[in-house]
């Protein structure tokens, strides 16, 4: 066999064996392997994924019940956006007597359980005989990126197998990898429920990730722009929330996987309110001054008159006239 494939044996040979020692603490404080390393800190990243999940929650159920009629989440495309590369963000109706409460909880549940089931799949990438010497020696990036789609993978599965729960031992740096794998099946589900929607057949899939008793669409939305707020918005592999990049865009990403639970990013929103409060009521006042002094400027109408030119005889010779 080739080199390359004793190395990947290799590899995967420390990176299993390094998912497994995550569980117990390194005792004979020997040297740990970059593998071992980089495994520890995945069980280290904090929030934690199921912490994540309830903040969005929270902001997609509050978001629904101060919604109006025209704000109810419209169907995605394939790419889960509006056509205009921005993800929908995901409302639930209150018509009809549904629950906006109810479905996020129901939505927010099947994501937990889809992750914490998931096994991922080795990637096309993963065999480096596969893979071109030249581009392997693109740079220390690409490695680095290798390594850690490999290593996320082993720990991943390793929690699966073991029945521990994903969402409650892995964060953000994990899930990046994991779920394109969760939204793939989400997508495909979804196609199957509409396609039994068409056919009026009123059968659940018991393997489908979706919800029972939520739109396939609206469950989608959910799932998908959770998978958006992976990443800040505007930045390589996020999505955009429809903003310009900078300081005045709402990250909503930041309320849910910022270390202090969105404090800092709420702070500069209400920063924002009031600065931009300050902005349109100096507009409105040099309006104001404008428009005043536009009336009281002589030669600007027809007549040339002023409001203090017009006397009172001429006042009332105007009201008898009329």
Known sequence: GCTSRVIMADFNTVATAAAARIFSPNSSGEEKSPA??????????????????????SLV????????????????NTDGNDGDGRVIKCIFSKEGGKDPNMESLRCARALLKAINGETLPDGDD?????????????????????????????????????????????????????????????????????????????????????????????????????GSLLYPPNKVGGASNGGTEGDDLDDDSALLWDADG????????????????????????????EALSTAVSPGLGESGVTIEEVTEEEEAEHESSR
């Open 36 to 57: 071992e390393v980089l495994a520890q800190s995945l069980t280290l990243d904090t929030p934690k994924i199921d912490t994540a999940i309830r903040a969005f929650l």
């Open 262 to 289: 969105g404090a800092a990013e709420l702070q500069r929103r209400r920063g924002r309110r009031v600065q931009r409060g300050r902005t349109v009521s100096a507009a409105a006042e040099s309006s104001a001054q």
């Open 126 to 226: 993963d065999n480096i005989c596969d893979v071109s010497d030249e581009k392997r020696g693109e740079g220390r990036d690409d490695d680095a990126a290798w390594v850690e789609r490999k290593v996320v993978r082993m720990v991943w599965n390793a929690l699966v197998s073991k029945g521990h729960k994903v969402s409650k031992m892995l964060g953000r740096k994990a899930l990046r990898h994991a779920y394109p794998v969760i939204l793939e099946r989400v997508r495909r589900d979804r196609d199957k429920a509409k396609d039994e929607q068409q056919k009026e057949e009123e059968k659940h899939d018991s393997d489908s990730i979706l919800p029972i008793g939520v739109d396939p669409d609206l469950s989608t939305a959910f799932f998908e722009e959770f």
């Open 61 to 76: 159920a509050a978001r629904s019940i101060t919604s109006t009629k025209t704000e109810v989440s419209k169907p995605t």
